[in-house]
Structures are given as C-alpha cells and as structure tokens.
C-alpha cells in the first residue's frame, strides 16, 4: 500500500505544475490589458508603465512563470487588482463557502444516486426502474441553471419559504450552522445536487445490473446466502467506480459553478472566478483558477488510495 501510495504522489507532481501552467498561460493569451481595471481613462503612458512594473507585466513570461509559482509555492497569490486585498484571502473565503454548498449537495445527490440506482438495477425493466431512470435522464437533461430560477420562483417568490439570493441574513458571505443560513443553503445544494444525482443513478443502475448477471451472484444465492449478503456482496463490487464517479463529481462541485452561484448570488469560488473574469482581474483569476485544480488533482488522489484501500485488485495491477 505504501508503495502504491508513493506512486501515485510522484504522478501528482507533473500533472500539478501543468495545472499551474495552464492556469498561468490561460490568462495571458485573453485579448485586452488587465491594468484597464485600475486606471484612470486619462492615465498617462508613464503611469502605465509603472503600474505594468509593479504587478510584473512588463518581465517575459517565462520569468513571470517563474516569479509566479514561486510566490505561490510560499502562499502568496499576489494582490487583486480590483479591490487591492490579497488573492489568497479573497479565494479562500470563496472556496470555504464553496466547500460547504459542494458537502451539501453532495450528500443529497450521492444519497439519492446510490438509492435510485440499487432499487433500479435490483428491480430492472419494472415500473420502479422506469421511474428511477426517469428522474436520471432528468437530472442530467435539465438545464440546472433553469431549475434554479424555477425554484426561486416557487419557493421564494410564490410560497415565500426560502430566501432567493446570498449566503446568509443581511448580505453576510459569513457562514454558520443555524437555520438563519441553512435556509439559504438548501435551494442552491438541491439544483447542485441535480445533476450528480442522474449520474450517479444511471451509472449505480448499470454496475449492479451487471454485478447480478454475474456468475458469482449465482454461486452466493446456490450455497443459499440471504439476499442481504448477496446485496453486501454486489454493493462491495460496485464500490470502487461508484466512489471514482462520486469524486469526479465531488470536483466538479468543488470546482464551483458560475452560472448557480450567480443565479443565487452565492459567494463561493463560481461568483469568484466569474467577477475575476468581467474585471480583468488577472491575479484573481490566476488564484482562483490555480486552487481550484489544486483541490481537483488533491481530490482525486484521495479517490484513488480509497479505491485501493476497498478493492486489493487495484493495487496488485
């Protein structure tokens, strides 16, 4: 085990600094100057050098590079343009509310999956499948955009229920675990949710179909095992791609949505990069982007020493 988890570290290393330099070249080969933010539209050319200077736009961009990922190998991200506050500071107060919208659908969207998609491949081509499948096809169909609009209206707007917008009372980004802001919580985490959801049905729906048609299956129920062993049985066979596919969706979560987070104002990384992105904001954007993946390829390890640890087969090939 050591030595697979070893392994896996080593492959991290590569694929970490071509994240950072994608994320740093992504951002400079965009049309326009990021310094139109800060200055005046009667800004002097001297001026703009100066600023250009100070941010270290005016040095090539294999030394930028350079400067770059050893500033934030030391966790300084640099200072947003817009406002002047540190990246760092700004990026990670986005991905903690970020973090706690992504847990939250999560744990409904992987609950229902795994739900709908064992009682749809137990009972296959009946009614309770069709049904399962159904909602599926509709999670992964449905614009989530859409249906959080949809959801405003019915539950905000009509019944007056839940807030519409924010992360919590009075336009606090704040967040605490009281009912005051978990309301403001649950129609953002529900359309989130959404689309995981289907996946994970249809993807649990085609693994346990495929575990019972297996002879083994047939071996268990012959030496006359309950059916809640035989179902310990599949579940432990369907583990590892059900936990593969739950953590790429956990990172797409964690990766934020810019277009849910906007519909309901929330103040996670999503609102963040899509700020960064109207504004030019360079070194924002480069953060945003750069933790971002960062938690992706963490999280993806994590992903594989889990599947290792529950499938031995995985770390014998």
Wanted: proline content about 5%; aromatic content about 10%.
């Amino acid at each position: 085990m050591l030595l697979y988890l070893a392994r896996r570290i080593v492959y991290v290393i590569p694929i970490v600094i071509s994240v950072a330099l994608v994320c740093f070249l992504l951002v400079h080969i965009t049309p326009g100057d990021p310094l139109v933010a800060v200055l005046p539209a009667d800004a002097s050319q001297e001026l703009a050098q100066q600023l250009r200077a100070a941010y270290g736009f005016d040095r090539p961009l294999p030394v930028q590079f350079g400067l770059w990922l050893w500033r934030a190998l030391n966790g300084d991200l640099g200072h947003s343009i817009a406002t002047g506050r540190p990246v760092l500071t700004e990026v990670i107060r986005a991905v903690g509310n970020t973090v706690t919208l992504a847990l939250a659908a999560g744990v409904i969207g992987f609950t229902f999956g795994l739900l709908f998609g064992l009682v749809a491949g137990y009972f296959r081509d009946s009614w309770v499948d069709r049904l399962a499948t159904s909602f599926a096809i509709a999670g992964v169909s449905v614009p989530h955009y859409w249906l959080g609009m949809v959801l405003v209206i019915i539950f905000s707007v009509e019944l007056n229920w839940l807030p519409a917008v924010g992360a919590g009372p009075n336009g606090s980004g704040a967040w605490g675990w009281d009912w005051e802001h978990v309301r403001y919580l649950i129609l953002p985490a529900v359309t989130t949710s959404v689309i995981p959801m289907g996946i994970i049905t249809r993807t649990v729906r085609a693994l346990t179909g495929d575990i019972l048609s297996q002879d083994f299956v047939e071996a268990l129920r012959a030496k006359g095992l309950r059916e809640t062993d035989v179902f310990r049985h599949v579940v432990k066979n369907a583990a590892p791609t059900a936990l593969a596919v739950m953590g790429l969706q956990l990172g797409y979560m964690l990766g934020g949505s810019i277009l849910i987070e906007t519909v309901f104002s929330w103040p996670g990384s999503g609102f963040l990069l899509n700020s960064a992105i109207f504004q030019r904001d360079l070194p924002l954007l480069q953060g945003t982007i750069l933790v971002l993946a960062l938690f992706f390829v963490i999280l993806n390890l994590l992903v594989d020493i889990a599947q290792a640890a529950i499938d031995p087969r995985i770390k014998r090939g």
